[in-house]
């Protein structure tokens, strides 16, 4: 099991040691892949991040042997040709084999339905990605419910980012407040079949009550705190329900493995579950 030292020393390391450091994993997690589910390419709109360009973002990846990432594009939060950002990150997206492109979808734009189908049909992407707080509409817009039912109907997944940033540190002149999470049950009731990832969620242990038995809901790690939380996180949710996710570029993705492994709490089959297993059967359930 690695610790806080081996992740960020392994993670700095070049790549001849990146074998070694798959290899630790594999003691735990007996040689499965690691899957983010939570990564942007393209760059932050507010300041550069230091592994905003594609190629940097998928060598720390090899580095620290996180073998698939699932992808939307930054450019999605303030460009209003949704169709072209998604069709850039198609492209990029064939040029790695860890990325998985998930695209972006505008609930404020006349034409998102068309971009859904091409994101799902034509790019033969798995999901898409929701950015309520930047496009202007809350969960209990009926909006969201036409998205639900088309996307369950195309047989893609739905990512709602809760939150990008901390609202501390956000642009006096553009602030995104945290998704508003209390209209989801009622809308995950009304439409049947449809996967819904809520990422960056930071959320209370009485709210969670309310979430945790919702069908096909599932949570990432990206804005967990503290060494257990993970841990605490799947004993609440279930480890079926919980998928690793970093935020890269935003955040380093060392973080998210080091909160994750370094609890030591999670038994292997909980870990493989995290890792990738939930992953992989979300996108096999789509088949």
């Known amino acids: 099991m690695l610790n806080r030292r081996q992740v960020i020393q392994l993670g700095f390391s070049s ?3 990146a074998a070694t ?3 630790a994993i594999g003691a735990t997690v007996s040689g499965e892949q690691i899957i983010d589910t939570n990564a942007h390419l393209s760059q932050w709109p507010f300041r550069r991040l230091p592994l905003d360009q594609v190629e940097k973002l998928v060598n720390k990846y090899r580095s620290l042997g ?9 450019d999605g939060l303030l460009h209003r040709d949704i169709t072209s950002v998604n069709e850039r990150l198609a492209a990029q997206a064939k040029i790695f084999d860890e990325l998985i492109p998930i695209g972006v979808i505008n609930l404020r734009l006349p034409d998102w339905a068309s971009d859904l189908q091409r994101c799902c049909k034509y790019h033969q992407m798995p999901g898409v990605r929701l950015f309520p707080s930047y496009h202007n509409y809350g969960l209990d817009d009926p909006v969201v419910l036409e998205l ?17 940033e901390d609202a501390r540190t956000q642009h006096q002149r553009f602030r995104a407040e945290d998704v508003d999470l209390n209209p989801l049950p009622d809308a995950l009731s009304r439409v049947e079949g449809v996967a819904v990832q809520l990422l960056n969620a930071r959320i209370a242990a009485d709210r969670l009550s309310d979430l945790k038995n919702l069908d096909r809901l599932y949570f990432d790690t990206a804005r967990v705190d503290s060494t257990d939380g993970v841990p605490k996180l799947v004993e609440q949710v279930h480890a079926e329900r919980v998928m690793l996710g970093t935020h890269a570029p935003f955040l380093i993705p060392e973080a998210a493995l080091i909160r994750t ?9 909980s870990l493989r579950a995290v890792l990738a ?3 992989n059967q979300l996108i096999a359930g789509l088949a």
Not at 263 to 268: E, G, H, P, W
């Open 15 to 17: 790549a001849s040691v």
């Open 21 to 23: 450091k798959r290899d």
């Open 66 to 74: 996180i073998t698939q990432a699932w992808v939307s594009s930054f």
């Open 148 to 164: 639900f039912r088309r996307a369950a109907d195309n047989r893609c997944f739905v990512q709602v980012v809760v939150a990008l």
């Open 261 to 269: 492994y370094e609890s030591d709490q999670l038994d292997d089959a």
């Open 277 to 279: 297993g939930n992953a």
